[in-house]
Each structure stands twice: as C-alpha cells, then as structure tokens.
C-alpha cells in the first residue's frame, strides 16, 4: 500500500541525557505510523533514530532506511526495516534520503544531524528541491543554534527568507501537521506543472 507521506527524519544516534528525548523520538515515530506515513532514516538501530524508527512500525507505519556499507559493517543496521538500502557512501545516502522523502524533520542530535538539516537547507535555498523542513526544538535544544543563525542575519550572513524556508516548534503536534500539510501542496503543484 502506498504510504500517506513519507518523512525524512535526522535525529541523534545517541539517547540524549534525559529520558525525555527517547520519549520525543518515540511519539514523532507513533504520529508517522499512526497515520498510515512513512520513515525515511539513516538505517540505524541506535540512539533516537533506533527509537524513532521502532515506534513507526509499531503503530503501523513503513520504514525506509538507507544506510552506507562503513556503518553496515559495524553493525548498526537495523534489519527490522521494511526496505533497508544499503549505499556505498555518505553522499549516495543523503541523495537517496531526500528524493525518498516529501518533507524533512530534525529532532535533537549531533553532528551528523546538523550536517542532514543544514544539507537539505542549502538544497532547499538553492531551488534543488521544494520540500517542507522543519526542526522539532524540544525542551529548547535548539535555541542557541538559533540565535546564532539570528545573529547571521544581523551580521548580513543570512536572510530572513533562508530563515522563513525552515519550521521551527517544540511541539510535534503543531509542527508534524504542518509539515506534511505543505509537503502535500507542493506534491500538487509539482504535479500541476507537470500537466501545463
Ligand atoms: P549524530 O547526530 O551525530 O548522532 O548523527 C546522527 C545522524 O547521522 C543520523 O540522522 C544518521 O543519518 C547519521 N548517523 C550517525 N551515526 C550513525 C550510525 N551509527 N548508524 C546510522 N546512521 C548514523
């Protein structure tokens, strides 16, 4: 069956210090499945994106992992998914992670979730793609990243409009919505186009 979305979701794969990160990663995971979406992800089975990515199939939804041959051989795979791919680098793995999804959301994590967001951000500014992204700042985890990104624009770095191309909220309710909401309008403009 054809999932109703699909999500690219960026997150730690470490836990986090508090219990209350895994609970996060775990109710976007229940939002996804719940309503018959689907999980793009690294393909790993550690951390938040372990607990995301388990989440989404136990309330019913897919789970697309895509994962390069390093990570495989350290074993951090995560055979439960519905369709694991495994690429040969980091470069084909985010390609594939983006085109795989309508709309990107990065929960907390590191480096390599900043490196995810900030990537399809650039994309997205640059007109490589039109798909919605949103950052979920729980318990403000992102604050001080965003008051430097803030205190880019002042310094004449950075638009407002770069800054406008990203959803930011604490609260998965409001910002889950939304996301999949505008990736819907743009699927149908993009196929509006396609029609003219
Ligand atoms: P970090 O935020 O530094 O923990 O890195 C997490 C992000 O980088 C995830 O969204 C993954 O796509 C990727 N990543 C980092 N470590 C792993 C791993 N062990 N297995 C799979 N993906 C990983």
Redesign the pocket.
């Known amino acids: 069956m054809t999932p109703a979305f699909s999500i690219a979701v960026?997150?730690?794969?470490?836990m986090g210090q508090t219990p209350e990160f895994a609970s996060c990663a775990q109710a976007v995971g229940h939002w996804i499945g719940s309503r018959g979406g689907q999980l793009v992800?690294?393909?790993?089975n550690?951390?938040l994106?372990g607990q995301v990515a388990n989440a989404t199939q136990d309330a019913g939804g897919r789970v697309v992992g895509v994962?390069p041959t390093s990570?495989v051989e350290?074993e951090?795979a995560n055979k439960r998914c519905d369709e694991l791919h495994i690429v040969d680098n980091m470069h084909q793995r985010k390609a594939m992670m983006a085109e795989r999804a309508d709309a990107f959301l990065a929960l907390p994590?590191?480096?390599?979730?900043f490196e995810?967001l900030f990537e399809v951000w650039t994309w997205r500014q640059l007109g490589y793609h039109n798909k919605p992204i949103g950052i979920l700042n729980l318990d403000g985890y992102y604050d001080e990243m965003l008051s430097f990104l803030a205190s880019g624009v002042r310094h004449g770095f950075m638009s407002e409009w770069q800054m406008s191309l990203v959803e930011t909220s604490g609260d998965l309710n409001t910002l889950l919505p939304k996301l999949v909401e505008t990736a819907g309008l743009s699927q149908q403009s993009a196929d509006l186009a396609k029609q003219i």
Request: with cysteine; charged share 10%.
């Open positions: 960026y997150c730690g794969s470490r992800y690294g393909g790993g550690n951390g994106m994962i990570l350290l951090f994590g590191g480096i390599g979730t995810e």
